[in-house]
């Protein structure tokens, strides 16, 4: 392993709430078809409601697409509730409320997005929106790097290296850079030996 100690991956994500850009935030597509841009009212599915809450949002209609947002949450959209916990990170038509940006990111999270589980980890492990929680990061980050996501592997290891929120365990530490070296985060490969590094790497998961 590299001789430099690593440290927690931030990306730009810890200087209002949780995140001033967090991970992940969806743009609507230019090609969403008029019919999905629906109205509160008439939004009935969560791709639906998705479609209609990004189009909002990119009107800088900010309050409509809140709430479109969140009925697409509460249908399931795990991409609908992360983009409710950047706005709210934001603080885009609203406050910043870091607390809110949290639990919408835990949501996402649970529901399978594993850039919400990153940016909830990241909010647990630094103490945003929150008190600082590395034992409740750690699983976070675990979880993401399950679902594909290169930077949860690698903050995951740097928990396991540290030993933070969870039992010092190099070994493992090391297999998590491993995963997340595969997954083509390079301060993950960074943290391995040159002859332990895979020959190549695929690019990062995505939502």
């Known amino acids: 392993m590299s001789s430099a100690f690593p440290t927690l991956l931030s990306v730009a994500l810890l200087t209002s709430a949780c995140a001033t850009t967090p991970e992940g935030e969806a743009r609507s597509p230019s090609s969403t078809p008029t019919s999905q841009r629906a109205t509160p009212a008439s939004c009935a599915t969560a791709p639906a409601c998705l479609a209609a809450g990004l189009a909002a949002q990119n009107r800088g209609a900010h309050p409509e697409a809140r709430r479109l947002l ?81 930077p949860s592997c690698y903050n995951a290891g740097v928990a396991l290296h540290h030993g933070k929120g969870v039992p010092q365990d190099r070994r493992r530490a090391r297999r998590m850079f491993l995963f997340g070296c595969q997954l083509g985060e390079k301060t993950a490969c960074a943290q391995l030996p040159p002859s332990s590094r895979p020959t190549s790497s695929s690019p990062a998961a995505r939502d």
């Open 70 to 150: 969140t009925r697409g949450c509460g249908l399931k959209s795990a991409a609908a509730c992360l983009q409710l916990g950047n706005l709210a990170s934001r603080g885009l038509g609203q406050p910043k409320r870091p607390q809110v940006a949290l639990r919408r990111f835990e949501q996402a999270c649970a529901l399978g997005a594993l850039r919400g589980c990153y940016n909830a980890g990241v909010c647990h492990y630094s103490g945003h929106g929150t008190a600082p929680a590395p034992k409740r990061a750690v699983p976070l980050f675990m979880r993401g790097c399950i679902l594909g996501h290169g």
